[in-house]
């Protein structure tokens, strides 16, 4: 009796459960003040199939091990690569976020994106506008230095500023 009961209540769960309505969240839901890298990459203009070149006076930065911080000698070169772009401000940049061999495809991705935005917000605190800058992570994809040791990591990871070719 017990376990007839037992199962009987396990099936209404499963049914009642089964038959709860099922909230969609629409666009409209969203409010994009509560998500501010929601808001960023809206207004990132699209790249796709647009080419980057490297510019000698945009310097890549480097980070340290699994951190997207901005050290005091990233934010110099930061300064350094404001400055230019101020000059030229006919220049669009991509900034390219990556990440050294170590950990998941998946974790990688995100923490090169982390690393991108990071270096865009600070341009943008800089002066530039943003519909100026697009951001993207090619995570472990495409390290400089394909050694296996630690000075071959310090190099992968970072962020490069590239102009897009027009």
């Known amino acids: ?21 099922k909230q969609t969240v629409t666009p409209e839901d969203v409010n994009p003040s509560e998500d501010p890298a929601a808001t960023s990459f ?3 203009p699209s790249i796709r199939g647009v080419e ?11 980070f340290a091990f699994d951190s997207s ?3 005091d000698d990233v934010l110099v070169t930061l300064q350094n690569n404001v400055k230019y772009l101020k000059a030229n401000p006919k220049i669009n940049v991509v900034i390219e976020g990556h990440c050294d061999e170590r950990g998941t495809t998946e974790y990688n991705l995100a ?18 506008k943003a519909k100026r800058i697009v951001t993207m992570s090619y995570g472990k994809e495409m390290p400089i230095d394909k050694r296996h040791n630690e000075a071959a990591w310090a190099k992968n990871r970072r962020a490069e500023t590239k102009a897009i070719k027009k």
């Open 1 to 21: 009796m017990k376990k007839s009961l037992w199962l009987s209540f396990l099936f209404l769960c499963l049914v009642v459960s089964a038959c709860a309505k």
């Open 69 to 71: 911080a901005i050290s």
């Open 111 to 128: 923490l090169g994106q982390k690393r991108a935005v990071k270096v865009k917000e600070i341009y943008v605190q800089l002066g530039i």
């Open 52 to 62: 980057s070149e490297n510019v000698t006076e945009l310097e890549t930065v480097h």
């Open 42 to 44: 809206a207004q990132e």
